[in-house]
């Protein structure tokens, strides 16, 4: 049997470099990191690379910045590049392994505009981040946007946090609501792609 293609990559959007170009290497609060991460959001799917999303990895205590994702779903034609795994692969690879939690290695966080996904959820729990950062994790975002996040946890924190993963939700919960809802006008204009997989 002859296998083709025997691979696949993902890349940032090059707009990325220059979105970035002027933000310090670390950003020493919380709320700062996550106001990156919703501008990225919503240039993101304006430039047409995917849906609303953004992510980035950081050392928890300094706030140095490790790698950012956004979403590039169709930009690359791979249903898992997420942001979340965009952002936590990048990181993987900065240090060096797929454990972001290894010994004698600051504790990282995985920043998000919003609950990860079924498929990120997965991700999150095996890339050995000790933090995950949310905007909010309610039901809005698929409200808004259309997409489907898949059958979660009712349980989704309390999970993570028995596996050594604390959870801080709701930063800046308005500012990804915001984003969400410019989404949610243009794909109501037309020629906006809300991918899902297929329903009934």
Request: with cysteine; glycine share 10%; charged share 20%.
């Amino acid at each position: 049997m002859k296998l083709a293609p025997r691979e696949y990559s993902v890349a940032l959007p090059p707009w990325i470099a220059e979105a970035v170009a002027d933000v310090p290497e670390v950003i020493e609060d919380v709320a700062g990191r996550m106001r990156l991460v919703h501008a990225l959001a919503d240039r993101n799917w304006r430039e047409g690379n995917g849906g609303p999303f953004a992510a980035l990895v950081a050392e928890s205590d300094s706030g140095r910045v490790v790698s950012v994702g956004v979403n590039v779903v169709l930009a690359s034609g791979v249903s898992s590049a997420h942001a979340e795994v965009t952002a936590l692969a990048l990181a993987q690879r900065t240090v060096g392994d797929w454990d972001l939690g290894g010994a004698a290695r600051p504790d990282h966080e995985l920043v998000v505009n919003w609950r990860p996904c079924v498929q990120c959820y997965g991700a999150v729990l095996w890339s050995g981040v000790r933090r995950l950062v949310v905007a909010g994790s309610g039901p809005e975002l698929e409200e808004l946007t259309g997409f489907d996040e898949g059958p979660m946890r009712e349980d989704w924190a309390e999970q993570l946090r028995a596996r050594g993963i604390l959870v801080l939700d709701g930063v800046l919960r308005d500012e990804a609501l915001a984003t969400f809802a410019a989404y949610r006008q243009a794909v109501a204009a037309g020629g906006i792609t809300v991918y899902n997989a297929r329903r009934g």
